[in-house]
T-cell receptor
């Protein structure tokens, strides 16, 4: 089955700096790559996703890049704010079944 | 985004009892729903895929007789934890796949504590 590796497990940045989280996957058949943000005790919220026919997607301060050849994809958050502090999960899948990374605890220090 | 509800939000029960958790898609029809389990500070682990009108597909290591799943309509899936034990205590989260957007949206989760 699919194996997803996510790095780093924790990330601390100063407000205004950029944050980058990276994931690698094993199954070349995976064609859907969403990112979720989960605040403590709450549900994961979809923040951005990308499909295999696209190399990059941007939504305001958030961007995702995908390299299918190398089987990795990354989340980029620019101009970070304290409210960006949360656990971020990458996921990938095909036929609608998702495998999640282990998560990255992002802390944005004011 | 789409709205998915889950009920109850938390439950405390005695060991040996059964607990039913409901997952509803409120503004779209979901032919496929998913049930996940999440331990503290860990990732989401897929337990099973629930398909409307057919049997659920369970992941390896998940006991289908212990975690009963029913997807009787396009907007409702239920997970029943039978004969719950303390080791079943966890955060259970459902998600529903919006077929038009081909995206999964999560419910708010159910925190189960078995005493």
């Amino acid at each position: 089955g699919e194996n997803v590796e996510q790095h780093p497990s924790t990330l601390s940045v100063q407000e205004g700096d950029s944050a980058v989280i990276k994931c690698t996957y094993s199954d070349s058949a995976s064609n859907y790559f969403p990112w979720y943000k989960q605040e403590l005790g709450k549900r994961p919220q979809l923040i951005i996703d990308i499909r295999s026919n696209v190399g990059e997607k941007k939504d305001q301060r958030i961007a995702v890049t995908l390299n299918k050849t190398a089987k990795h994809f990354s989340l980029h958050i620019t101009e970070t704010q304290p409210e960006d502090s949360a656990v971020y999960f990458c996921a990938c899948g095909s036929n609608y079944k998702l495998t999640f990374g282990k998560g990255t605890l992002l802390t944005v220090n004011p | 985004g789409a709205v998915v509800s889950q009920h109850p939000s938390w439950v405390i029960c005695k060991s040996g009892t059964s607990v039913k958790i409901e997952c509803r898609s409120l503004d779209f029809q979901a032919t496929t729903m998913f049930w996940y389990r999440q331990f503290p500070k860990q990732s989401l682990m897929l337990m099973a895929t629930s398909n409307e009108g057919s049997k659920a597909t369970y992941e390896q290591g998940v006991e289908k007789d212990k975690f009963l799943i029913n997807h009787a309509s396009l907007t409702l899936s239920t997970l029943t934890v039978t004969s719950a034990h303390p080791e079943d205590s966890s955060f259970y989260i459902c998600s529903a796949r919006d077929p038009q957007l081909e995206t999964q949206y999560f419910g708010p989760g159910t925190r189960l504590l078995v005493l």
